[in-house]
Structure formats: C-alpha cells, structure tokens
C-alpha cells in the first residue's frame, strides 16, 4: 500500500536527476502531503527521450464512465498487475516512474490509534516508485492517470506494514521505461534491506489537509 506521499525537490532536480525534459504545468513543489486525486510528477519515455510530466494519482480503467465510476485505483499489486484487467495493457506499454522524497505508512495502537511513519531512502534524495499510467477521456473530459505498483513488504518495512511500493535502483530505470527491451516484471520486488529510513512522525499527517515540512520531521 502506498496512499500518501512527499516530494521535496524542485522541479529541475528532478529533471537533473532522471535526464528528463521537464514540460509545463508541473505540480507545486515542495509537497508533504501528496494525496489521491493529486497532480504528481511522473517521468515517461516517449521515442528514447525521458520526460517529467504531471499525471493525476488514481488510475482510471478505459471502461469507467466517470472518474468515480468504481473503485480509486492508487495501487497496482505487482503480484496481479499482468493479469488484472485495469491494468495488464499499462504494465506491458505505459510504464513510468514517480519520483518521492519519502513516503508514508500507519500503524495502530491496540486502541485503534493510527501512528504515521515517514519512509525515505537511506542514502540519496529520491525514491523512484514504480508506476503504470493511462488516458482517460469521455464527453470532453479527459485526465491522464497513473497508479503506484505495490508488492510484499521487506523486513525491515514489515515492521510498519505487510505491502510497500516497488521502488526502483537508478540502474533499473531505463528497463522500467522499456528503453532496454524486455524483463520489467523481474524489477517488481522488494526494496533491498538497508536501503530506507524509517521514523516517527507527527499525527498532523492523519489529515489529507496537513501541509508544511514539519510532517516529515521525526517525533
């Protein structure tokens, strides 16, 4: 599961970072708390060349007749991606990655209280998610989407929670974006152990309506 997220850098950072063109209209950054329905920075391949694009968060099926005409599709499970009818044409042709400072996860007190976490790479400044993306286009209304891919938890993660995003090694980047052939589907797996942080933070974050780096601060 992957339902919320930061973004801190600048937009040419981001750019910088993944030899992408970066194109207009790109979300406001910093972020520190992207939720569902927000704009998000993706970066595609189009014809070899990398592009940082915005996309809405919350994958539509081609036959929904609405955006809210069935379930919010945020998260694709690796485990059922290549089969799922929603999204088995993305997995094969509409690969993308979705760049994060961190992101962010629950657990719950025998209360029932829930505790956020703030999950961030270990070493460097961005996580690279793996991500599927899609148009969708009925009566003059028109979006392009995207959903984040999920898979099992590694150790250290399960400690937070059983499912995390597949997050992806700089070297992995262009078989991702199908820029090297065949063999995404060997990518879809765990982090390695010792590659995230993991700490505290703030119940402010339980709010969608939250904002302000303080969220991201350990408690």
């Known amino acids: 599961m992957c339902g919320r997220f930061a973004v801190t850098l600048p937009d040419d950072a981001m750019a910088k970072i993944f030899e992408a063109m970066p194109g207009n209209d790109l979300p406001h950054v910093p972020n520190y708390n992207v939720c569902p329905t927000n704009d998000v920075h993706v970066i595609r391949s189009e014809d070899g060349t990398r592009l940082l694009v915005s996309m809405r968060w919350g994958f539509i099926p081609q036959w929904y007749k609405a955006p809210n005409d069935g379930p919010l599709l945020i998260n ?5 991606i290549a089969e799922k009818p929603a999204f088995r044409d993305a997995c094969r042709e509409r690969r993308c990655l979705v760049p994060a400072s961190g992101f962010y996860e629950w657990t719950k007190t025998e209360e029932g209280k829930r505790l956020p976490w703030y999950i961030g790479p270990a070493r460097g400044e961005v996580l690279a998610m793996a991500g599927i993306w899609q148009d969708w286009e009925r009566e003059g209304q028109g ?7 999920t ?26 974006l199908g820029e090297e052939g ?11 152990e010792g590659s995230l942080r993991l ?8 709010s969608s309506r939250a904002e302000g780096p303080e969220l991201i601060e350990p408690i």
């Open 182 to 192: 065949h063999g995404a589907a060997t990518l879809m797996k765990a982090a390695p």
């Open 76 to 80: 694709a499970r690796a485990e059922t």
């Open 151 to 176: 898979t099992g938890a590694n150790a250290e993660m399960s400690q937070v929670h059983h499912r995390m995003p597949v997050i992806l090694q700089q070297k992995d980047w262009g078989l991702w």
């Open 143 to 149: 979006f392009r989407t995207c959903a984040i891919v």
């Open 199 to 206: 700490h505290r933070v703030d119940p402010r974050v339980n």
